[in-house]
């Protein structure tokens, strides 16, 4: 037992996908894997194992940001052996030609700063998803028809973000959509030799203005959920 994750050794499998709403996590286990069972309830963030397609998956909360996610991530690698770490939660798109409800797959992660950015020091690390289930996903995604688009994204250390002339020139680099996680995500994952992936949801838009009806949001998350298990286990 970690000091956040209650889970004993041998209940977290080696896969495992990270929305930041553990009540996300609750709906995604119980509408995709068979044979669940509940393994984390510590400060409520929520953690379930059970099988898909015959194969072993933990779906567990990741909390909001890089802080907090930075704690489950290392703890899941850590202490139990987690290899597959693959985000799937929503994202702001950057760029007029993506819609709401398409899906981003993350192959870099850009950022201002991250739990880990001491560690470099003075270097600007790159942080980026792991090849084998980058492509795994583009692959489900293709063959499920889901609009997907396939590059950098922006990981935010705030939420309330108010810097229109960053947003500026990310959307003129070609910065696909912001989130808060998979910055810290990627970089954990390959200090630790693990692999990583962020599959995001468009919810809404950052030019636009568009926004997922809530009452919406579950229907249109189930493709992300159902192209980041079938990356996992390509």
Known sequence: MSIHIGAEKG????????????????????????????????????????????NRVTIHGSGMGMPSLSIYANELIRDFGAKNLIRIGSCGAMQEHINVRDVIIAMTASNLSTPSRGIFRELNFAPCA??????????????????????GIYSSDVFYDE???????????????????????????????????????????????????SEERERSFGDMVEIALNAAFA
Not at 15 to 41: H, S
Request: charged share 20%; hydrophobic share 45%; glycine share 10%.
């Open 130 to 151: 792991d090849w084998s289930l980058l492509r795994g996903a583009v692959a489900a995604a293709e063959e499920k028809g889901t609009p997907t688009h396939v590059g």
């Open 11 to 54: 209940q977290i499998a080696e896969t495992v996908l990270m929305p930041g709403d553990p009540y996300r996590a609750k709906w995604a286990a119980e509408t995709f894997l068979k044979d669940v069972e509940c393994i984390n309830q510590v400060r409520g963030m929520l953690g379930f194992t059970g099988t898909w397609n015959g």
């Open 163 to 213: 810097r229109p002339d960053l947003n500026e020139q990310m959307i003129r680099h070609g910065i696909l959509g912001v989130e808060m996680e998979a910055a810290e995500l990627y970089t954990v994952a390959a200090r630790h030799g693990a692999r990583a992936l962020a599959v995001l949801t468009v919810s809404d838009h950052l030019i636009t203005g568009e926004a997922l009806p």
